[in-house]
């Protein structure tokens, strides 16, 4: 039994609250660029199957070259399909009305509110919900009570007014954000949406994989055989496709070098979300117009980074997978 838990953290220099703070508010190519971070790492998270329900300038972290780090999961839940969540928590001024009002939720609805929130903020350097009464904030997020600069384009309000919707049946969903022309502009390759993985057909066999997998985990070739024609999944076939992955990994790192990498690493199944309709809502107010931020770098300047596997990570059953693909 492991005596010991290790935990390796990147160090993170700032958040983007202390960035807001400091320039205050942004132009909407430097806005854009933190906001398609955020809700590519939002969309992750949610494609497996967690919805954050904390999320704001303050836990969203930057690393040097001013790259969004999502922090704090201490408020985030699982997703169940048919299951609801009802939890009232996160922060007031970013919370959704069905969370601050105790309704059902499925979950990624108060993301995508708590998103339009942050990028208000950024857009135009305040809150678009608040004040120091309580019960009188909850009124304002309730009744979607805000106004917008004059100085914000047509596609930021349509964006912001489609997020911030009271009726989360109504709000825009995170695939529709992913296909409006604000959040298209200039959107770098590492984050724009990957093909759909290649379906394996077991009708092509790798004999050099079926050996491994006997001589790991200890069953006859014809088992190994027989159950990668099944239809059914079973932890053969799990391990058989595993190895191919982490082959075609190696194989991509060599031929490609590190972007696609990054890209198969950036992988992860799909998930189909409600879909919600949208409606425009047009407000307006002057204001000033925010200057630019410098940003340093970008993602494609950062050092390669490695992932290694504790054995004390996996359960038991799956203790072959590590000998498989970390050997």
Same mark, same amino acid.
């Given at each position: 039994m492991p005596t010991d838990i !290790?935990?390796?953290?990147?160090?993170?220099?700032?958040?983007?609250?202390?960035?807001?703070?400091?320039?205050?508010?942004?132009?909407?190519?430097d806005a854009r660029r933190f906001f398609q971070q955020i809700i590519c790492a939002v969309e992750y998270c949610?494609?497996?199957?967690?919805?954050?329900?904390?999320?704001?300038?303050?836990?969203?972290?930057?690393?040097?070259?001013?790259?969004?780090?999502i922090a704090d999961f201490g408020l985030s839940n699982i997703m169940t399909?048919?299951?609801?969540?009802?939890?009232?928590?996160? +922060?007031?001024?970013y919370a959704a009305p069905e969370v601050i009002s105790g309704r059902l939720y499925a979950g990624p609805e108060?993301?995508?509110?708590?998103?339009?929130?942050?990028?208000?903020?950024?857009?135009?350097?305040r809150l678009p919900f608040d004040d120091e009464y309580i019960p009188t904030l909850f009124k304002k997020?309730?009744?979607? !009570?805000?106004?917008?600069p004059?100085? !914000?384009?047509?596609?930021?309000?349509?964006?912001?007014? +489609?997020?911030?919707?009271?009726?989360?049946?109504?709000?825009?969903?995170?695939?529709?954000?992913?296909?409006?022309?604000?959040?298209n502009v200039g959107l770098p390759d590492y984050l724009k949406p990957l093909p759909d993985s290649e379906e394996v057909f077991f009708d092509e066999i790798d004999d050099s994989i079926v050996s491994e997998i006997h001589k790991k985990m200890g069953f006859s070739?014809?088992? !190994?055989?027989?159950?990668?024609?099944?239809?059914?999944?079973?932890?053969?076939?799990?391990?058989?496709?595993?190895?191919?992955?982490?082959?075609?990994?190696?194989?991509?790192?060599?031929? +490609?070098?590190?972007?696609?990498?990054?890209s198969f690493l950036a992988a992860s199944p799909s998930w189909d979300t409600l879909q919600y309709s949208r409606r425009?809502?047009?407000?307006?107010?002057?204001d000033d117009e925010p200057s630019s931020i410098v940003l340093d770098g970008n993602v494609e300047d950062n050092e390669t980074s490695s992932i290694a596997l504790l054995s004390s990570s996996l359960p038991p059953v799956e203790e072959f997978l590590k000998v498989i693909i970390f050997q």
């Open positions: !290790i935990m390796v953290m990147e160090y993170a220099r700032g958040e983007l609250f202390n960035l807001i703070v400091e320039k205050g508010k942004m132009c909407e190519d949610h494609r497996h199957k967690i919805v954050h329900r904390d999320l704001k300038p303050e836990n969203l972290l930057l690393d040097p070259y001013n790259n969004v780090k399909d048919g299951d609801f969540l009802k939890t009232s928590c996160g +922060s007031p001024n108060v993301d995508v509110w708590s998103c339009g929130v942050i990028l208000f903020v950024m857009l135009c350097g997020i309730n009744g979607g !009570i805000y106004t917008l004059s100085f !914000i384009s047509a596609e930021a309000k349509y964006l912001l007014n +489609s997020m911030l919707i009271v009726d989360p049946l109504k709000r825009i969903t995170i695939q529709e954000i992913r296909q409006t022309s604000w959040f070739k014809d088992t !190994i055989y027989q159950a990668l024609q099944e239809i059914e999944n079973n932890q053969i076939k799990v391990a058989y496709q595993l190895v191919v992955d982490n082959k075609r990994m190696i194989t991509a790192g060599r031929i +490609s070098g590190q972007k696609n990498m990054q425009k809502v047009n407000v307006d107010e002057d």
